[in-house]
């Protein structure tokens, strides 16, 4: 069965990187069935994408975080990441990651999720 | 500052049905799937419907999804109070190259 669990800081400092990991286990992420997703959640509010990462390495992104994101993969750890530069108090959410499934190119649903992992920016 | 318009709360007693709007543009509702998530309090959301109408398996029939034009919907026939919970819509945006999340729903069971 597919999991999948983000790993990192859980306080980062203003101006600093946000980095993260998620680790999948139960399924291959080289695999050209399904593309990889970071999705956010500020403390009592509704969900914010980030961005999803494709087969052969394509990114899209929000254009609000655009300029401060970059998704990565790494096949022989299985794992894919996220890093978001210049952090913000703003940036302060739950981050999680998700498989996604394709449908009519690169807009399909994402399940599961990770449990999601709380990352606070203060000083 | 979300494309998708929800309404921000819902409610019914036992048994009733509630519907959720979600309201969007031909840029993203208009042209593309629509998918919708249950959150629970203080968990990672869950697939609760695909491609407009499609339920995972494991998901009950009580829930159901339905798209017209720029706007879909999602219905809880017969609510229980394990349906209390968050409740988003999502779609790709082809003006912003995206995926869209909806505003959110609170769904109480009263």
């Known amino acids: 069965q597919l999991q999948l669990q983000e790993s990192g800081p859980g306080l980062v400092k203003p101006s600093e990187t946000l980095s993260l990991t998620c680790t999948v286990s139960?399924?291959?992420?080289?695999?050209?069935?399904?593309?990889w997703g970071w999705i956010r959640q500020p403390p009592g509010k509704g969900l914010e994408w980030i961005g999803n990462?494709?087969?052969?390495?394509?990114?899209y992104y929000n254009p609000s975080l655009k300029s401060r994101v970059t998704i990565s993969v790494d096949t022989s750890k299985n794992q894919f990441s996220l890093k978001l530069k210049s952090s913000t108090a703003a940036d302060t959410a739950v981050y999680y990651c998700?498989?996604?499934?394709?449908?009519?190119?690169?807009?399909?649903?994402?399940?599961?999720w990770g449990q999601g992992t709380l990352v606070t920016v203060s000083s | 500052q979300s494309v998708l318009t929800q309404p921000p709360s819902a409610s019914g007693t036992p048994g009733q049905r509630v519907t959720i709007s979600c309201s969007g543009s031909?840029?993203?509702?208009?042209?593309?799937?629509v998918y919708w998530y249950q959150q629970l309090p203080g968990t990672a959301p869950k697939l609760l419907i695909y491609?407009?109408?499609q339920r995972p398996s494991g998901v009950p029939d009580r829930f159901s999804g339905s798209k017209s034009g720029t706007s879909a919907s999602l219905a809880i026939s017969g609510l229980r109070s394990e349906d209390e919970a968050d409740y988003y819509c999502?779609?790709?945006?082809?003006?912003?190259?995206?995926?869209?999340f909806g505003t959110g729903t609170k769904v109480t069971v009263l």
């Open positions: 031909s840029s993203n509702i208009g042209s593309n799937l």
């Open positions: 998700a498989r996604g499934f394709y449908s009519t190119g690169p807009k399909g649903w994402f399940a599961p």
């Open positions: 999502a779609t790709w945006d082809g003006s912003l190259s995206g995926q869209v």
């Open positions: 990462i494709y087969y052969g390495g394509t990114t």
């Open positions: 491609r407009n109408n």
């Open positions: 139960g399924a291959s992420i080289s695999s050209s069935t399904y593309y």
